[in-house]
């Protein structure tokens, strides 16, 4: 069968095929820029945050009595926190990755309040923090017990030692990383911390930040009057040592309240809650889109199909078979949708470049137009599939009862 005929057949009641290459262009560019969307999202739901995060959780506790001795009640808790069966080990720290607050601070490679320094995230722990967030110390060492300072809320003063992400190191000396290893950095302008180690990997508490990996440690405990503790357990015991935590800090003292017990694999699934759910709205977008397109190919078949039932009986009567009916339709479906899509390439690419531009998005992968060209093509042959299949069943005597 020649396609010319068929396509010079269509132009002349052409109206209803615009229309539907149209809307077969506006799917496939919303399409592959949602899929690519949430191609992004998921890449970043799935990062690393360089933690043992199946076995770790968190609890929050807040005194409340006017003779409420924190710094006592922390080294005596996180004492029997450390000698629980099944725990390896814990701290008391004011945030951990994922949580979604926490501190930053500026820091410098020079003093000095013009020069300009790189945001991280900052977390207070001791000298147990490396075993009990399972971190991997590329160089360096470790915090020693006489290293950490109690910290007031209102104090200003930063102890003297660090460890840092090496990503951090990275980001304060871009031509030499593996060289920050003992260096001395600035922070509030010119308060010198020397890097004594580098981590291999450790995340921010917000997940949408762009330097979500800059991190730095310090060894301190804090006396803000809330204090969480991190705790890691043998791997598969969490659950069970959770709810023993929860009643051995309620029961060793009544002054205070114990509260927000979450496991990281919760803290997780809550940080990316909004992302989840933009996935599942733009899945259900995809399939909508879909759907609509296929329901207005097969109406246009099927308006078609009836329009010219005489000409079908016509040709029928002639000595057309009824494969050469269905072909007939497949392929005016076929033209239609290739017309489409690739309108709906350009649309695709000049969608994509103006996101990107203007919401700094990530460019579609390139197989992402090939592969919606080739399935809208494939979903425009299904749904003219059953209108194709019933102007091939007209009968010739059609032909002569059709007025």
């Known amino acids: ?108 490679t020079e003093p000095g309040a013009e020069i300009d320094g790189t945001s991280a995230a900052v977390y207070f722990v001791d000298e147990h923090g490396l075993d009990t967030f399972g971190l991997n110390l590329l160089a360096g060492e470790n915090f020693s017990q006489t290293d950490i300072a109690w910290r007031e809320r209102s104090a200003t003063d930063w102890p003297d030692k660090t460890l840092v992400t090496r990503a951090m190191a990275e980001a304060l000396y871009p031509d030499d990383p593996d060289g920050a290893l003992g260096k001395t950095i600035y922070v509030i302008d010119d308060d010198p911390v020397t890097i004594i180690g580098i981590i291999e990997q450790m995340q921010a508490p917000w997940n949408g930040w762009d330097g979500v990996e800059r991190v730095v440690l310090t060894p301190t405990h804090t006396l803000f009057g809330s204090t969480r503790y991190i705790i890691r357990t043998e791997p598969g015991m969490r659950d069970e040592i959770m709810p023993q935590v929860e009643e051995l800090l309620a029961e060793r003292n009544k002054d205070r309240i114990v509260r927000s017990m979450r496991s990281m694999d919760e803290t997780r699934e809550r940080s990316y809650r909004a992302d989840s759910s933009m996935i599942k709205m733009l899945t259900f977008t995809i399939v909508l889109l879909v759907a609509i397109t296929a329901l207005g190919i097969v109406g246009l078949a099927s308006f078609s199909v009836n329009r010219r039932t005489r000409q079908i009986g016509t040709r029928r009567a002639l000595g057309a078979s009824k494969a050469a009916i269905l072909r007939y339709f497949m392929t005016e479906n076929f033209l239609i949708s290739l017309v489409g899509v690739l309108v709906g390439a350009g649309l695709t690419v000049g969608l994509n470049m103006f996101m990107v531009e203007t919401f700094s998005l990530t460019r579609i992968s390139w197989y992402l137009v090939p592969a919606a060209m080739l399935i809208l093509c494939i979903v425009g042959q299904i749904a003219v599939f059953q209108p194709a299949r019933r102007a091939s069943s007209v009968p010739p005597a059609v032909a002569t009862r059709t007025v």
């Open 1 to 108: 069968m020649e396609i010319g005929p068929i396509w010079r057949a269509m132009m002349r009641n052409k109206t209803g095929a615009i229309l539907i290459a149209l809307q077969i262009a506006v799917t496939m560019a919303i399409m592959v820029n949602a899929i690519s969307i949430m191609q992004e999202r998921t890449r970043v739901m799935s990062r690393s945050t360089g933690i043992d995060e199946h076995n770790i959780f968190h609890i929050a506790s807040i005194g409340f009595a006017e003779d409420f001795n924190e710094r006592v009640t922390i080294e005596e808790d996180l004492a029997a926190l450390r000698g629980m069966p099944g725990v390896v080990n814990a701290i008391q720290s004011n945030s951990l990755p994922l949580s979604g607050g926490g501190w930053s601070m500026g820091f410098q």
